[in-house]
């Protein structure tokens, strides 16, 4: 009978113990090993802030992380994402739209290069253009300015709208080349390989490897970065999820085009709940600056990070703000969930 009370009070402590361990569980235990979230920072969420750092990269490269918390539920952040045109809209993304299903010209009306890009247009060569442009891009955009005549603005401008159509069809029909920087910027995102493997080579070799369950689309955007506007198209991939060590709400942004300074890019949007129901609305973006390697790379860094730290919590609270306000327009309230 001792004995057996004696075993009794060791299941007991075990019982009590794998409790413990399992109200313990770290709701940021996806982003590991890329990202560790202190005392400090826990203290800092448990008031309401956000916390935003710069995290370990290579060279060329700058990433950053960031979360606050958030009261809203898987349903209505996917509802905001799919109107990502409603969501991102703000000081530092002033232009935005989401292309159609195929994507149309019509869907690019609203992009416009700004008269600096336009006057560079006229002066690319290869090797030698402040914009991305290959060189048959090039050589598409001057004939276009040449023939338009007194009208060359508009005329490169409707022309770069057609070449930023002919990238979108490109990547839809044979994604990024396997040695893109992106292939290199996904590897050095070292949480989703670890932790969300499928999803990681649906990233990989899209769009070879569909994935059951990933919502996705286009958008077009301009967005200020270091005080001059860029203009970027992200392919958005969404997936819901359930199990307490994956996210509600996975979402993965990257850069297909973008005209300065950028040449690759990985954001990824999350939803993660704390074993007591809270949620933290998590944000981690990698991306391969080209003035990074330039003379002055260190200072420029030093600069990039600071600035790209503050934003980011900065763009969070902006970002909390809009989700908790309510449904994006268009959608009720008392839709079923």
């Known amino acids: 009978m001792a004995m057996t009370i004696r075993g009794a009070g060791t299941l007991v402590i075990l019982l009590a113990t794998g409790a413990a361990a399992a109200a313990a569980r770290d709701p940021f235990e996806f982003f590991k090993p890329s990202v560790t979230v202190g005392v400090d920072d826990r203290r800092q969420l448990d008031r309401g802030e956000p916390i935003a750092r710069v995290i370990p990269s290579v060279a060329g490269e700058i990433a950053v992380f960031a979360a606050v918390p958030i009261h809203v539920d898987t349903n209505r952040l996917v509802a905001w994402m799919r109107r990502i045109e409603e969501l991102k809209r703000s000081s530092y993304v002033p232009a ?49 300015a040449a023939d338009s005549g007194s009208d060359w603005k508009a005329g490169v401008q409707q022309e770069f709208r057609r070449v930023v159509l002919q990238r979108i069809k490109a990547f839809l029909a044979d994604g990024q080349p396997a040695l893109a920087p992106f292939s290199m910027i996904l590897e050095h995102s070292t949480f989703l390989g670890a932790n969300a493997p499928l999803f990681a080579e649906y ?17 077009w955007s301009k967005e200020r970065l270091a005080g001059k506007p860029i203009a970027i198209v992200t392919h958005v ?94 959608i009720t309230e008392d839709r079923p969930r």
Do not use: K
Not at 105 to 120: F, N, P, Q, W
Not at 241 to 249: C, L, S, T
Not at 261 to 290: F, H, P
């Open 96 to 144: 935005i739209g989401r292309m159609s299903e195929p994507p149309r010209i019509e869907d690019l009306a609203g992009l416009e290069l700004d008269d600096e890009d336009l006057s560079d247009v006229l002066v690319c060569r290869p090797r030698n253009c402040a914009i991305a442009l290959s060189a048959a891009e090039m050589t598409q955009l001057q004939r276009a």
């Open 203 to 219: 990233l990989a070799r899209y769009p070879h490897a569909p994935m059951t369950g990933v919502e996705s689309f286009l958008y």
């Open 237 to 330: 991939s969404m997936l819901r999820a359930e199990g307490d060590a994956f996210p509600d709400v996975l979402v993965a942004g990257r850069q297909v085009f973008a005209t300065r300074y950028i040449t690759a890019s990985l954001g990824v949007t999350a939803l993660v709940r704390s074993e007591r129901g809270v949620r933290y609305l998590v944000y981690v973006n990698r991306s391969q600056v080209d003035v990074l390697n330039r003379w002055f790379g260190g200072l420029v860094r030093w600069f990039a990070e600071r600035r790209v730290q503050a934003e980011a919590a900065e763009v969070l609270r902006g970002l909390r703000t809009r989700l908790e306000r309510g449904e994006p327009p268009g």
